[in-house]
């Protein structure tokens, strides 16, 4: 998730539990835990290689093996140096984990990716029911940390933060909710089209749980498709697009394929630009626009010959198809489009 809804997340999380003379230091404190996660970009940003950049960050600082050690670590150094922390050990002790706990886990909801059982080599973890910023999941999140804040140690703080913390984890259970009911429809549709097995990724569009994108990989490229719950009835349909395969099946032993393979879970697009072989990660963007293309491999004495991978940044339209995005919401498209 984007950064400011860690803050309010580590906030709402950690003023809840704290005791109520420390609620102001605890939304700050929380603010801060949760967000620690994400100073691996701090290391990250002296790394030349963008494939290595994209794919360790989310790793060990979002793992669940590794952070509930340094939660004990950073609850044992403050237990001697800070007051609040000497007054309540054990409400402080569930506050550092469960904050710090909360950071990975709200990013695994998101279609990015997150390595949970780092270093275990699994795939990252991407339930992918929240776009990586949702003003429906902070909002709530937002408007308690202010009334615990203004509220201090009255009853009525402690009773805003529950709500606000309840409404988001709602929306967060709608988003499983409205991912589940896509999948089937997706499902039914494309057994029609006898790919009922195809790999998949259900993903919302941009500050919506209501519009989803479906990609569906095939022998000879992938298939887009988007659904609005709100104007969509009947199978959904599917927009066929080509991908260079065989550059893909070609240079899949290259370092930078395998990694971004596993990272993405083999939902990449090959394409041919000016003599190199340019892969774009399907999961993020919507046809022809990728927030990841990186450029693997170029044409030369045969064959493909790697290269040290290096990103594109093309031409970027998705700032001008939001209004797009919020009209097919409540409009679906004429039919005759699919494969």
């Not at 919506?208 to 990609?215: A, E, K, Q, S």
């Amino acid at each position: 998730m984007d950064s400011i809804t860690h803050l309010f997340l580590g906030g709402a999380i950690a003023a809840a539990i704290a005791p109520a003379k420390y609620r102001r230091v605890a939304i700050l404190a929380g603010a801060v835990i949760n967000t620690l996660p994400d100073l691996d970009v701090l290391p990250l940003a002296l790394v030349e290689d963008p494939v290595m950049v994209m794919t360790w960050h989310r790793g060990a600082t979002h793992s669940l093996l590794v952070l509930p050690w340094v939660a004990g670590l950073l609850w044992w150094l403050l237990k001697s140096r800070w007051q609040p922390v000497r007054e309540a050990p054990t409400r402080w002790f569930w506050l550092i984990l469960l904050t710090l706990l909360a950071h990975p886990l709200i990013d695994g909801f998101t279609v990015y990716g997150t390595q949970l059982f780092w270093p275990l080599a699994m795939p990252p973890t991407m339930w992918s029911s929240l776009f990586i910023i949702d003003p429906l999941f902070t909002l709530p999140l937002f408007v308690a940390c202010v009334a615990a804040w203004w509220l201090r140690e009255k009853p009525a703080a402690q009773r805003a933060l529950a709500v606000g913390l309840l409404l988001s984890g709602s929306y967060l259970a709608w988003s499983q909710v409205a991912k589940w009911r896509v999948d089937a429809i997706a499902e039914s549709s494309l057994a029609a089209l006898g790919l009922q097995d195809a790999p998949r990724v259900s993903t919302p569009m941009p500050f919506t749980t209501l519009l989803w994108r479906v990609v569906v990989m095939t022998p000879n490229g992938f298939m887009e498709s988007q659904r609005s719950l709100v104007a969509d009835s009947g199978p959904m349909q599917f927009i066929e697009h080509a991908s260079d395969t065989h550059g893909l099946a070609a240079t899949a032993a290259y370092p930078a394929v395998r990694e971004l393979r596993w990272f993405t879970h083999g939902f990449l697009k090959a394409q041919r630009h000016e003599g190199e072989l340019v892969l774009a990660d399907l999961r993020m963007g919507a046809e022809p626009d990728y927030s990841f293309r990186f450029v693997v491999a170029r044409e030369g004495g045969g064959g493909w010959q790697p290269i040290p991978p290096r990103q594109l940044k093309w031409p970027w339209a998705a700032s001008r198809r939001l209004p797009e995005v919020w009209q097919r919401i409540w409009q679906s498209p004429a039919t005759g489009a699919s494969r």
